[in-house]
């Protein structure tokens, strides 16, 4: 079945770094991505992951993806006030066809 | 280059109405598709076209439904109205390449009283 879990919240200070997880159950999912979305703004995608990978850096940010356990996780690294955000998980089975979402992790980061 | 852009950006509307909402694709996008996103929830797929012809449709009855124009502008159209359909609808465009991202619009909140 599709279904792809998240944790609510996550806190952090100003500076360090925020590990968000997500879980899902769909083995056969071929491409899993982080989107950030701002209140009155739409979906922004952050970073993707092909299944066949298990890590990707892309400048603060870092996707581990374990496979076997269909654990996904982002790291933001120098976590910055700008990063407060609602952060989804989606997978998808192809390119560009449907995206499975999570509920969405909120990021409060204080100074 | 023009983002996704959606219209109107708010709605308000009564139980059994029914409901018209409006999207420009990205330029030189020829797909679009469309989300729902309920209050607190990550969007849910409802439908997706390409070239004009429904590509692909998720979980919702057959009062959501869609047009995709030779511009590769879209509409989504919901009848009978219910409560639970007060959401904000997403529309992002791609174009079948590389990656293929899709590239989302700031989204219509439609409520239903």
């Known amino acids: 079945g599709e279904d792809v879990e998240q944790s609510l919240f996550l806190s952090v200070r100003e500076g360090d770094s925020s590990v968000i997880n997500c879980t899902y159950t769909?083995?056969?999912?071929?491409?899993l991505y982080w989107y950030k979305q701002e209140p009155g703004a739409g979906l922004q995608l952050l970073t993707y992951?092909?299944?066949?990978?298990d890590m990707k850096q892309d400048q603060r940010l870092t996707v581990l993806l374990n496979k076997k356990d269909k654990h996904l996780s982002l790291r933001i690294a120098d976590t910055q006030t700008g990063d407060s955000a609602i952060y989804f998980c989606a997978e998808s089975y192809n390119q560009g066809g449907k995206l499975i979402f999570g509920q969405g992790t909120e990021l409060s980061v204080k100074p | 280059e023009t983002g996704v852009t959606q219209s109107p950006t708010h709605l308000i509307k009564t139980r059994g109405q029914q409901v018209t909402l409006r999207c420009s694709s990205q330029s030189g996008h020829n797909t679009v598709s469309w989300y729902q996103q309920a209050l607190g929830q990550g969007p849910q797929f409802i439908f997706q076209?390409?070239?004009?012809?429904?590509?692909g449709r998720g979980n919702f009855p057959p009062r959501f439904s869609g047009l995709q124009f030779p511009n590769y502008s879209s509409e989504l159209n919901v009848n009978a109205l219910e409560l639970d359909d007060s959401a904000l609808y997403l529309c992002a465009s791609s174009l079948r390449t590389g990656l293929n991202e899709q590239f989302f619009g700031p989204g219509t909140r439609l409520t239903v009283l």
């Open positions: 992951i092909f299944s066949n990978m």
């Open positions: 769909d083995s056969s999912s071929t491409y």
């Open positions: 076209y390409y070239r004009e012809e429904e590509n």
